[in-house]
Nanobody, 124 residues
């Protein structure tokens, strides 16, 4: 069983930055794939970014490429999402997710475990 706890959300002005954190339980954290998704009111939950723990390979949604960066600190069992040049369209609840088989990717169905989410609001 893996537990994920997100933090770092809040209110920020357009053009600003935030860093989300997701602390994960589990002894084999470094082998997981970890993803970030977001869901705005009335919209489907969508992929934002992912990182494979065993290789460090990352992938991003086109809408955040060049503005967001995903990284891990294996010593702290934590995955981060550094968000820069934020836009009002980035406002959503952000969720981290873990795939214990290490593949991850863009599909929600690839992830077995989910956090409770953290709200990000970007004002114009």
């Amino acid at each position: 069983q893996v537990q994920l706890v997100e933090s770092g959300g809040g209110l920020v002005q357009a053009g600003g930055s935030l860093r989300l954190s997701c602390a994960a339980s589990g002894r084999t954290f470094s082998s997981y794939a970890l993803g970030w998704f977001r869901q705005a009111p009335g919209k489907e939950r969508e992929f934002v970014a992912a990182i494979r723990g065993n290789t460090g390979a990352t992938m991003y949604a086109d809408s955040v490429k060049g503005r967001f960066a995903v990284s891990t600190d294996n010593a702290k069992n934590t995955v981060y999402l550094q968000m820069s040049i934020l836009k009002p369209d980035d406002s959503a609840v952000y969720y981290c997710a873990a795939d214990m088989y290490g593949l991850g990717g863009r599909l929600r169905s690839s992830y077995e475990y989910w956090g409770q989410g953290t709200q990000v609001t970007v004002s114009s």
